[in-house]
């Protein structure tokens, strides 16, 4: 009797064992920031990606940033942090165009996209199509063409998408006003149920005289604002099975790891905790 109890018991810890295995907590988010010199930065600013880092690790949430590129341009600022994330998509100089085609020896986009599988991509892009005064809808098209080989890597793929901040030129910020204003038309067209498109307003607030450094390129102030407006949006389109936190606090993080959570889009705070399923399973 008490040897068949223990090898009861004993299996049941097997079960256990296996099934904990089977739902360890995964990494909650695989983010991806994809942009132009604003997104990259270089060697002497940090970057808003590195502020929005600080902002996600702060709130407790369980993300890896991603991208073909782990460097600032003509190399790395000496981070405040050095465990930074760097990964990330930020290729100075480049148009919407030369994203989707790419240039000889980076890659494209639709290359990139072999190494790695975005669950949430941030979109900052356009600004050099503006200042080589490629025509508003050719940037429409592209950044359209652009959603659609994100999802073509993950059709279930959250996107951000930002309205750009100003350029400090009456020459080219005519431009950014011209295709920021097609934004929210794009995010409507293009947004889904499974792949929800959600406009991030970079340019308000976003002062091009003292918050760059060059009419351009965010300056720490510039760089700060942005990522606030990033952090913000995050906070509140993200559902709670794609939040990389641990909102039912039951030890697991969003959808797969989460029993809780057999749908991505779903919302784990509402459902039932993890644990009565393995007091279930030793009750039998
Ligand atoms: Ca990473
Ligand atoms: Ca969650
Ligand atoms: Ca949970």
Redesign the pocket.
């Known amino acids: 009797m008490n040897r068949i109890m223990s090898q009861t018991v004993q299996s049941v810890i097997v079960a256990m064992v296996l099934i904990l295995t089977q739902i360890t ?1 995964a990494v909650g988010m695989d983010i991806m920031i994809l942009g132009d010199s604003i997104t990259q930065a270089d060697s002497n600013h940090l970057s808003f990606r590195y502020n929005l880092w600080t902002k996600l690790l702060d709130d407790g949430r369980s993300f890896n940033l991603v991208g073909s590129l782990d460097s600032n341009y003509t190399g790395n600022p000496n981070w405040p942090e050095q465990n930074f994330d760097r990964d990330h998509e930020g290729h100075w100089s480049w148009r919407a165009d030369e994203i989707l085609d790419g240039r000889p020896g980076a890659g494209s986009l639709s290359e990139w996209l072999v190494n790695y599988t975005p669950d949430i991509a941030l979109i900052h892009i356009g600004t050099n199509d503006v200042d080589q005064l490629q025509s508003t809808q050719s940037s429409v098209t592209e950044i359209k063409e652009i959603i659609d080989v994100l999802r073509s890597s993950n059709p279930d793929i959250i996107i951000f998408l930002a309205k750009l901040i100003p350029i400090n030129s009456v020459l080219y910020n005519p431009g950014i006003i011209d295709l920021n204003a097609e934004i929210d038309a794009i995010a409507a067209d293009k947004s889904t149920v499974d792949s929800p498109v959600w406009v991030v307003d970079q340019n308000n607030g976003f002062d091009a005289a003292a918050d760059t450094y060059d009419n351009f390129h965010p300056n720490a102030v510039g760089e700060e604002k942005m990522a606030q407006k990033w952090h913000d949006a995050m906070q509140t389109y993200l559902n709670p099975c794609m939040d990389g ?10 959808f797969p ?2 029993p ?2 057999p749908d991505p889009q779903g919302n ?1 705070s509402q459902a039932m ?2 644990i009565p399923a393995i007091l279930l399973l030793l009750g039998s």
């Open positions: 907590p936190l641990d909102n039912d606090g039951d030890g697991f993080i969003d790891a989460d809780d959570c784990e905790p993890a």
